[in-house]
């Protein structure tokens, strides 16, 4: 049973954005930090990738660990329409998957930074660090 009220859940899930969450700017902050532009959001990739390097054909995706099934505590599954709930999730893991072969065998490095990692930003920023200097 849900906690909300339907008009209470419809507020919630409008609140709900794709571009220029609170983890992405902190990947955004530390990739800027390192010296290293981009572009966002390129709608010509597929996955449109959340930071885009063309000059190391890198890019990096940040994903919630909840709409992406990450393998942490935050990715739970609701009880409440769990046969919606498993399609939906399944269905945008199927996704990203897909959205990532296809940008590495078009020759493009690929990175996943998931939502809790943006919590140890010193850990985040020597991961960042290894990946764009490996381009």
Known sequence: MDVFTPAQRSAVMRRVHSENTAPEMAVRRLVHGLGYRYRL???SLPGRPDLVLPRLRAAIFVHGCFWHQH?????ARPASRSEYWNAKLDRNAARDRKNLRLLRMSGWATLVVWEC???RLERLEKRLRAFLESR
């Open 117 to 119: 990692q943006t919590r």
């Open 71 to 75: 393998t942490c505590e935050a990715a």
């Open 41 to 43: 959001h390129d709608h």
